[in-house]
């Protein structure tokens, strides 16, 4: 095995577990959920082809709908977050750079493209997710306000995990 699927397995493990074991049972007033979980899928390398990524997204959602109890939510917004990761980063990556730059990280890609990247593509997961939860327009100011503040938190800790684990390097 190569050592990126290695590593992506590990991940993949961590941040279940510490998604359904910790940030699960943290909420902050009831208005704020972190999902730190989607790093996985936004961390994957850039060479990963579309349906690995489709599968990968499925699983990952799966895996956690089944800690949650939540039929298909997270499995969904998953898949969606997949579509979304695909179409920014062809808009805004060019593909010769893919051999000096295999995976989006905070320290390989600079830290204003990444942190655009984790926030619309975190956005997108949350905005999906809760209003398929709630699936209604009359709380639609309550549901917003869940995107924003769980945004806000999810992107927090993804920007302090890849400050924290990730070795800073040079972009050119």
């Known amino acids: 095995m190569s050592r990126a699927i290695i590593i992506n397995i590990l991940r993949f493990i961590v941040l279940v577990f ?3 074991f ?3 049972n943290i909420t902050l007033y009831n208005l704020s959920t972190p999902y730190l979980y989607i790093l996985f899928i936004l961390l ?3 060479e990963t082809p579309n349906l690995v990524l489709f599968i990968l997204a499925f699983i990952l959602g799966l895996t956690i709908d089944a800690f949650y109890d939540t039929p298909g939510l997270h499995t969904t917004a998953c898949v ?3 579509f979304v990761r695909i179409l920014f980063i ?3 990556v060019q593909k010769e750079g893919f051999d000096n730059e295999p995976e989006p ?5 600079g830290f204003r493209w990444f942190f655009t990247y984790a926030l619309i593509l975190t956005v997108f997961h949350h905005f999906f997710l809760f ?3 709630v699936f209604r327009f009359s709380e639609i100011q309550y549901t917003l306000g869940r995107v924003l503040l769980s945004s806000l938190f999810t992107v927090f800790l993804i920007l302090v995990s890849g400050l924290l684990f990730f070795k800073s390097k040079e972009r050119k």
Not at 105 to 109: K, V
């Open 44 to 46: 994957l390398p850039f």
């Open 18 to 20: 510490i998604q359904v």
């Open 80 to 82: 969606l977050l997949a």
């Open 131 to 133: 209003n398929m939860e």
């Open 105 to 109: 990280t905070l320290s390989i890609m």
């Open 22 to 24: 910790l940030l699960k």
């Open 90 to 92: 062809s808009i805004t």
